[in-house]
């Protein structure tokens, strides 16, 4: 028999001579509700599973299963499991990260503020860039506040440029896609398929209770070689709109210490919060993976980024959960039971999905000071963006 559908429920047990480990999964099809059971699961703080073997299954997965019907000594009927196929996993998120000891990237304060460049983009009219971007801050705060009192708060504008400065920057460049010459550092061009970037500077020292702490972070937007855009309303040349709050909502996902749910080509090996491994881009069209707001890619011209998923929120609410102390008091701890490898990454706005590469730039940052006891040494500035195989893509970072 064959049977394909959503696993609602999985539950393991002994078998009565105590010999193995049984699950039980409930598999919800258009016909109804089948229990399969299938060798392996985990009881009593044991496990067991068979090597090979079918994926054992747990609630969230979408399963083709081939299975056949047997009697157990005491008559009992079984759908027994013989075969499977996983076409959806399980929803997760992935976090940013990690530190040299393997920390995932975090926020101290509940409430971090985030200042945007006087100058915005000439490409929206009207100064409509800044409504959108209180927009974009608006969704994260609003869509996460009944289970986390995490806030980010836009502190208005100024002209200023990125950099270490414990000043939380959006800034939108028109005119050249790249961080510019400082003292005796020479520009630093970006990828012109990068449609945005984020920089973080956090702790990097194993031996601190805050390592993985967030210091500094700042977003930059493309207007170089993609055309910023408000409801496809652009004065920008590029032919590829990439829609201003769509780009933004997911930076920010970054700036909050969220990763790409799946992998570029060239990406490092990762593992969402279920710790199971983050499945490559090009091997998934799972719609919990493609659909989420941090999902890698996007068309030209998107909007559905600008909401945010069911994982965007559980992740949120997860690593800052709603303490009821009060929206700025800073922890002493790192968030979170689990620190997951992950990084910050970007999107890719593109005319068809395609697979892509991300390049890492890892530099000891030289500016600035970090509070006591903090050593030079264990400052790390951390900017990944993300290259296109093939075809012109935005990306974010």
Wanted: proline share 5%.
């Amino acid at each position: 028999m064959f049977i394909d559908g959503d696993v609602i429920e999985a539950h393991s047990h002994w078998t009565e001579d105590h010999a193995a480990i049984v699950t039980e999964a409930t598999v919800h099809t258009p016909d109804g509700d089948v229990v399969v059971s299938q060798l392996g699961g985990s009881v009593d703080g044991l496990g067991m599973i068979q090597m090979p073997g079918p994926a054992l299954l747990e609630p969230g997965m979408h399963v083709s299963v081939a299975a056949h019907e047997d009697l157990d000594l005491s008559l009992r009927e079984h759908v027994v499991l013989d075969s499977v196929k996983v076409t959806a996993y399980p929803s997760g998120y992935v976090r940013t990260g990690p530190t040299k000891a393997g920390h995932s990237l975090y926020w101290q304060s509940r409430s971090v503020s985030v200042t945007v460049d006087a100058a915005g983009t000439a490409e929206i009219p009207a100064d409509q860039e800044f409504t959108i971007i209180d927009a974009s801050i608006a969704t994260w705060n609003n869509d996460t506040a009944k289970c986390s009192n995490f806030k980010v708060t836009d502190t208005g504008k100024k002209a200023m440029e990125v950099g270490n400065d414990k000043v939380n920057l959006i800034k939108l460049r028109d005119t050249v896609w790249g961080r510019p010459a400082s003292g005796s550092d020479p520009a630093r061009m970006y990828s012109s398929l990068a449609a945005g970037i984020t920089t973080a500077v956090y702790v990097d020292d194993a031996s601190s209770d805050h390592d993985g702490a967030i210091v500094d972070a700042d977003i930059e937007i493309n207007g170089v070689n993609f055309a910023i855009s408000a409801n496809n309303q652009t004065t920008g040349t590029a032919p590829c709109h990439a829609e201003l709050q769509n780009t933004l909502t997911h930076e920010l996902g970054h700036l909050h210490g969220l990763e790409h749910p799946c992998l570029a080509s060239g990406d490092p090996p990762r593992t969402d919060n279920l710790g199971r491994p983050v499945p490559s881009c090009s091997a998934t069209d799972d719609p919990k993976i493609v659909d989420a707001t941090m999902y890698n890619f996007q068309q030209c011209g998107e909007t559905k980024k600008e909401d945010l998923t069911a994982d965007e929120i559980q992740a949120i609410c997860d690593i800052y959960p709603n303490t009821g102390g009060g929206c700025c008091s800073a922890s002493d701890q790192r968030p979170g039971a689990s620190f997951l490898v992950a990084g910050i990454t970007g999107l890719l706005v593109m005319r068809r999905r395609k697979s892509s590469r991300r390049a890492w730039h890892r530099s000891i940052d030289r500016k600035g000071t970090f509070p006591s006891p903090l050593s030079r040494q264990n400052r790390e500035i951390f900017t990944i963006g993300d290259r296109a195989s093939r075809r012109a893509v935005i990306l974010l970072s």
